[in-house]
């Protein structure tokens, strides 16, 4: 059984550009979080969809977008990159409630330059 | 607002010794805790949970309980391997809430 699959698993952009990053759930989950993680830091929430819509946000500007298709896969897409973005982009994935955890992507690693 | 505090690294050990890492959380009401692993170059995998007060969670030799008094979640292990190099991230999900709160890490070396 295929855990969270991202892809792509590295990828190199020059500042203004913009960029999508692609998640695939773990089978039978619906709900899918995106995490930003910068080197030697914590991954930081961005935000979750679920039944195709947004439901919570973190402290991110609106260049960071994403979207749910109705087979629960997930695009997190990035306007106007900036050197700042360049991190691990984590994908998480769950069904129920999320007091019994989160089923975690290997990461897209985006460079900006 | 919720937040994780986890001790600072990196902890350098030596194969067979006991491994604490401290972890220590703000929180309104009774949030999940969970401990997670990132081996290098790979995303995070869960270690461990509970859910409520005095649970022990554990798995593969790790194991850690929920403290409410102390709001603690403290991570041990009774004898490390070089294998259990990695990061440990200690993180919280509050009850109702969508996203999980992350400490900053703590690098963990054994040597052989």
């Known amino acids: 059984d295929a855990g969270v699959t991202q892809s792509p698993t590295h990828l190199i952009k020059t500042r203004g550009q913009q960029v999508t990053l692609r998640c695939s759930p773990k089978?039978?989950?619906?709900?899918v979080s995106w995490y930003q993680q910068a080197l030697g830091q914590g991954p930081q929430f961005i935000f979750q969809?679920?039944?195709?819509?947004?439901?919570q946000r973190g402290n991110f500007p609106d260049r960071f977008s994403g979207h749910q298709y109705p087979n629960y896969s997930s695009e997190l897409n990035v306007n106007a990159l900036l050197l700042g973005d360049s991190a691990l982009y984590l994908c998480?994935?769950?069904?129920?409630?999320?007091?019994?955890?989160?089923?975690f992507g290997s990461g897209t690693r985006l460079t900006v330059v | 607002g919720n937040s994780v505090t986890q001790m600072e690294g990196p902890v350098t050990l030596s194969e067979e010794a006991f491994l604490t890492i401290n972890c220590t959380y703000t929180?309104?009401?009774?949030?999940?805790l969970f401990w997670y692993v990132q081996y290098p170059g790979e995303g995070l995998q869960l270690l461990l949970k509970?859910?409520?007060?005095?649970d022990k969670g554990s798995n593969k030799g790790f194991e850690a309980t929920y403290r409410k008094e102390t709001t603690s979640f403290h991570l041990e292990k009774g004898s490390v391997q070089v294998s259990d190099s990695a990061v440990y991230f200690c993180?919280?999900?509050?009850?109702?809430?969508?996203?999980?709160?992350f400490g900053a890490g703590t690098r963990l070396f054994v040597k052989a």
């Open positions: 969809y679920y039944e195709e819509e947004e439901r």
């Open positions: 993180a919280l999900i509050h009850t109702g809430g969508f996203k999980t709160i």
């Open positions: 509970a859910t409520k007060a005095d």
């Open positions: 929180a309104t009401g009774y949030p999940s």
């Open positions: 089978s039978g989950h619906d709900t």
């Open positions: 998480a994935s769950r069904t129920g409630t999320g007091q019994y955890g989160y089923t």
